[in-house]
């Protein structure tokens, strides 16, 4: 079974400054999907980057960008220039490729995090 | 990106009562959405994945007579809350995925509070 992991409940970063969210996960699985949700106070789950295990090339998003690393099983997400509106809970999430599973992700217990003005 | 409305947001409802939540994908379609509960300060906890035409499959211990989905379309969703107690008070949050990104968009979630 897979699991993600995030270690980190909390962060806060200064306005306009770089912040990284961790994010690890386990599988077996050659080829899956890695996201990063962001869920601010309104609850609205918001898809932030997605990530193709095949691809090497790390996926970007304007400000926002991941570390991954296959082998590592490592997806780490990277705010640059931080904002207030970033200020929500950021959820790491994994989906098998389908050919079989019907696509459900699996979601990582959340990284609060707070943009201080 | 894609929009996925649910509705409603919030519902208050007595005890013993049932209540209805619609999810829709207004750009899309959607031949597998999924059903998911949030309790506060938590992540979301898969409840059910809803196939258009067929049966849902209900994650283990998610009591399908209980929560009852229905999946009448490919952009048409909905989750009912039979005989609804205290206990299911909760939020509830619907997905949709859209078949040729393998991406799931999620609606804006409704609050349940039951009296």
């Known amino acids: 079974a897979q699991t993600v992991t995030q270690s980190q409940p909390e962060m806060s970063v200064q306005e306009a400054e770089t912040v990284t969210l961790s994010c690890t996960y386990d599988?077996?699985?050659?080829?899956?999907?890695l996201f990063w949700y962001k869920q601010p106070p309104s609850r609205q789950m918001i898809l932030v980057i997605r990530q193709e295990a095949y691809k090497q090339q790390n996926a970007t998003e304007n400000r926002f960008s991941v570390n991954f690393q296959k082998a590592a099983k490592s997806f780490s997400l990277k705010i640059s220039d931080s904002q207030l509106g970033d200020t929500a809970m950021y959820f790491c999430a994994f989906m098998k490729r389908p050919g079989g599973s019907q696509g459900n992700l699996i979601f990582g217990k959340g990284t609060k995090l707070s943009v201080k003005p | 990106g894609a929009v996925v409305s649910q509705h409603p947001s919030w519902v208050i409802c007595k005890s013993g009562t049932s209540v209805k939540i619609e999810c829709r994908s207004l750009d899309f379609q959607a031949t597998t959405m999924f059903w998911y509960r949030q309790f506060p300060k938590q992540s979301l906890m898969l409840m059910a994945t809803s196939n258009e035409g067929s049966k849902a499959t209900y994650e283990q211990g998610v009591e399908k007579d209980k929560f009852l989905i229905n999946h009448a379309s490919l952009t048409l969703s909905t989750l009912t809350v039979t005989s609804a107690h205290p206990e299911d008070s909760s939020f509830y949050i619907c997905s949709a995925k859209e078949i040729a990104k393998n991406i799931q968009y999620f609606g804006a979630g409704t609050r349940l509070s039951v009296l």
């Open positions: 599988t077996s699985e050659s080829n899956y999907y």
